[in-house]
């Protein structure tokens, strides 16, 4: 296992401890840490942004080695923290309730006048049609959504995403797969992929992300493309229907 999948391995393990013992809730590991930092020790908050700042500055930032020397410190670091929040008793901190007589008043309430129900009714149905009116865009965009999580495009032409040539372009070139090389080539308003273990068709469903279409070995997944801090294409990550992920580097 390499180190970097050795640290994405933690990082993934400590944020799903801080969603199920603590509740932690955001996008990556500081967002999560910042929601329950009231329950952690000071110390174990400021290992936590350090494990996220090295891990965010080796999936973003193209050519950052962590010192090889201190890769297994780090590791150690990751471990230590893994235990803490498996050992750790999270603080739960209660809020004071006041009596109910606190927010009982004595000002009543206006009645509605003959406007304002006629008012109230007419909206009413403006908001019961308005319903009728959008409830078939509301399952239509769905319906996508669980195509797109399955890696499933839809059948209908007008869902594919229309990507600018040059965005195109950048994606492009050779990618290392570990065992395999991927080449991605621009076809008219799409690209194609070819490799020792497969061809098919690739369509944007967003600027990042294409579906797999017509692939020889019947893969019917996901293929995202990453860029640097520059805008430069580093890598794609293939994501297939059950869920795993294969990352591949571009090389040329």
């Known amino acids: 296992m390499s180190f970097l999948e050795a640290v994405l391995q933690r990082t993934k393990r400590i944020e799903r401890l801080l969603e199920e013992n603590y509740q932690a809730v955001g996008r990556g590991l500081h967002e999560k840490t910042t929601s329950v930092e009231h329950q952690l020790d000071a110390s174990a908050i400021k290992q936590l942004r350090f494990i996220a700042s090295v891990r965010n500055r080796l999936m973003h930032e193209d050519g950052y080695n962590y010192d ?3 890769q297994g410190g780090f590791l150690e670091v990751c471990d230590k923290n893994i235990q803490y929040l498996l050992n750790h008793q999270p603080v739960i901190q209660a809020s004071k309730s006041l009596p109910t007589s606190h927010y009982k008043t004595n000002i009543t309430k206006p009645k509605a006048g003959p406007v304002k129900k006629f008012l109230m009714i007419l909206g009413g149905f403006w908001l019961f049609g308005l319903i009728l009116v959008t409830a078939p865009e509301v399952v239509k965009y769905f319906v996508r959504q669980s195509q797109i999580q399955a890696g499933r495009p839809s059948n209908n032409k007008s869902q594919i995403v229309k990507v600018d040539d040059k965005i195109l372009d950048s994606y492009a070139g050779q ?15 799409s690209l194609k992929t070819s490799s020792s273990m497969a061809t098919g068709v690739l369509s944007a469903i967003s600027e990042t992300e ?3 279409e017509n692939y020889s070995n019947g893969f019917r997944g996901r293929i995202k493309f990453a860029k640097n801090r520059k805008g430069k294409v580093f890598n794609l990550i293939i994501v297939n229907t059950n869920g795993t992920q294969e990352q591949c580097n571009k090389i040329k």
């Open 175 to 189: 990618y290392d797969c570990k065992s395999y090389k991927l080449m991605v080539s621009r076809t008219s308003n």
């Open 68 to 70: 090889p020397n201190a």
């Open 210 to 212: 294409f579906a797999a």
